[in-house]
């Protein structure tokens, strides 16, 4: 009789076990899928692509880029306020003034097209998100600005005797555009050294100095 009921048993145990077989193999062979990102995640994925994809020095400026990546991504991003802010820490971390986040407001000043008898100095300026300051990204090759010997970080303090704190970043520009020939006055604080006591410099204005493409140089 034991032995009846032990055989009769045996179907059910093994049901139970190729349930737990099976159960064990699908936790082997599960690959789970991809990470589903934010939105916010996916645009800080995208500046991170961006410079991995193009930056020339092949050491990041010796930083663990990849480790990086997985440092930002993992922060809290709420809004789109906060995804700029972690990509500017990130890029900020390659300590180099030509790579840096212009944040939509800003690329739109850099789209102001020049035309007509407008011209300007040569710079490419931007704003500083931690100093608020006006600040130069670089100068246009062969512009008054670079034979002024204006350089990348060089902060424009005054235009025209006019506190550039008062102004915005499109009225900033406005200011140092103007009719060919004319001149403008720069105070410029030194970005490599602050100790040093900041200048004023008078250009002329020219209309030979602008990229082919279009891009806000004044």
Sequence with gaps: MVKKVFSSTKPVLRVIALLVMFWVASLC??????????EEQKLLLQSWRIVNQSYVDE????????????????KPLRD???????????LATLDDPFTRLLRPEQYHSLQVNTSGELSGVGLQI????????IEVITPLAGSPAEAAGIQPRDSILEIDGVDTKTISLDEAAAKMRGKIG?????????????????????????????????????
């Design 126 to 133: 931007n704003v500083n998100p931690e100093t608020k300051l």
């Design 29 to 38: 062979w599960y690959a789970p899928a991809a990470q589903a990102f934010t």
């Design 80 to 90: 789109r306020d906060e995804t700029y802010t972690a990509i500017e820490s990130m």
């Design 59 to 74: 050491t990041f400026n010796h930083q663990n880029w990849w480790k990086l990546r997985e440092k930002f991504v993992k």
């Design 182 to 218: 004319t001149k403008v006055s720069l105070r410029v604080q030194s970005g490599q050294d602050k100790a040093v006591k900041p200048r004023t410099i008078d250009m002329p204005r020219r209309d030979d100095i602008f990229p082919a493409r279009n891009g806000k140089s004044i």
